[in-house]
């Protein structure tokens, strides 16, 4: 199994829909985890932290499932903007794996 | 107000010419961090200081050297570039290494090998 797993997508979404994607990880010691995005040949940007309690911004909520070791993001309301690949990183204190991504396309 | 600076942004060299990367931070963090990224792929630590204190990953190539003669930057040197390394090179900062750091990017230096 991956360290890090996610569905490469391309997820195609008509704009207003909802959206969400997953993250799979398989060392159970992890302890903090991230939603970066990041924009053709820009650089990742924090999206938001994943707490065990899940939280919330704004159109955007990330949750955290330890038992069965996942993090999901979901995007309500999508807009255009929100094209991008979504990359989930997991920290398990001595070591930062990144996923590859999943790339969302978020259609007129 | 950039926090984490990168140059040049596109580098061009040719294979086997030395070449360094630049990276510089405003954020007064004591990590920085340097990726690798291809395309379609993730980025993959090659290593990364907490203050001077130098730690490279395991099969991070001999052909990548670091330096970071101050808080603020940190170089990257590829002695020898081969065709193999053109790739988005992304610097990092945190504050702290461990649980629950969170890493903050450049917008990358675009390597391109000829």
């Known amino acids: 199994r991956k360290e890090v797993e996610q569905d490469p997508g391309p997820f195609n979404v008509p704009e207003g829909a909802t959206v969400a994607f997953n993250c799979t990880y398989s060392?159970?010691?992890?302890?903090?985890f991230f939603w970066y995005r990041q924009d053709c040949r820009k650089e990742p940007k924090l999206l938001m932290s994943v707490y065990s309690s899940g939280n919330e911004d704004g159109r955007f909520t990330a949750q955290l499932n330890r038992a069965s070791q996942y993090i999901s993001l979901l995007i309500r309301d999508s807009k255009l903007s929100d094209s991008a690949t979504y990359l989930c990183v997991v920290n398990s204190g001595d070591k930062i794996i990144f996923g590859k991504g999943t790339r969302l396309h978020i259609l007129p | 107000d950039a926090m984490v600076i990168q140059n040049p942004r596109y580098q061009v060299t040719q294979f086997g010419k030395p070449v360094t990367l630049s990276c510089s931070q405003t954020?007064?963090?004591?990590?920085m961090y340097w990726y690798q990224q291809k395309s379609s792929q993730a980025p993959k630590l090659l290593f990364h200081?907490?203050?001077?204190?130098?730690?490279n990953e395991a099969d991070t190539p001999d052909n990548f050297q670091s330096r970071r003669p101050n808080t603020s930057f940190c170089f990257l040197d590829i002695r020898s570039p081969g065709l193999g390394d053109a790739a988005m090179y992304l610097c990092?900062?945190?504050?702290?290494?461990?649980?629950?750091?969170?890493?903050?990017f450049g917008p990358g230096t675009r390597l391109t090998v000829l």
């Open positions: 200081y907490y203050d001077k204190d130098f730690n």
């Open positions: 954020l007064n963090h004591n990590v």
């Open positions: 990092a900062t945190s504050r702290v290494t461990g649980v629950g750091n969170e890493q903050f």
């Open positions: 060392n159970s010691a992890s302890q903090s």
